[in-house]
């Protein structure tokens, strides 16, 4: 199977980038723009969550102060994916097809994210990727992820 050739980040400047940002969300987007992948970590046990949550592993909820944004590895492995043939959105057809993948992260919390130079026809559960980062002028970084090298 023959596949047209990954975007590079040159190509991606004129898509409709910007999320929604909130206050829960707001120290991993700052993350972002720092080219850190920042994971949401439980300072009692441990455990490393993604999004922002309260963790599950103890008889008592701790509180939010327990909970604390820290950065991770960036590496992982595609868990799940699908590979895109239709448009959803115009802005995004030249580019057709492309990975849509949930990431398994080193550290445990699955990560939905766009795969990158990997062929969707080379993408298999398991490819190890990391994370790569995308600097929009007037928008938001973004957090893509590609073939781990
Ligand atoms: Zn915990």
């Known amino acids: 199977m023959t596949a047209s050739p990954a975007p590079t980040f040159g ?7 910007l999320q929604t940002v909130t206050t829960d969300m707001a120290p991993f987007w700052e993350g972002v723009s720092s080219h850190e992948l920042r994971l949401c970590r439980c300072s009692r046990c441990r455990a490393w969550y993604f999004p922002f949550t309260l963790c599950t592993r103890h008889a008592d909820i701790p509180d939010l102060g327990e909970m604390r944004w820290q950065v991770a590895s960036g590496r992982g492995a595609i868990f799940t994916y699908v590979v895109v043939h ?6 995004f057809e030249a580019e057709l097809p492309y990975i849509l993948a949930i990431v398994e992260l080193d550290e445990g919390p699955l990560f939905p994210a766009r795969v990158i130079n990997v062929e969707p026809g080379d993408a298999l559960v398991g490819t190890e990727v990391q994370a790569s980062y995308l600097d929009v002028p007037a928008a938001q970084t973004l957090i893509l992820f590609s073939a781990a090298g």
């Open 86 to 91: 239709r448009v959803v959105d115009p802005a």
């Open 11 to 17: 190509e991606w400047i004129h898509r409709p980038f």
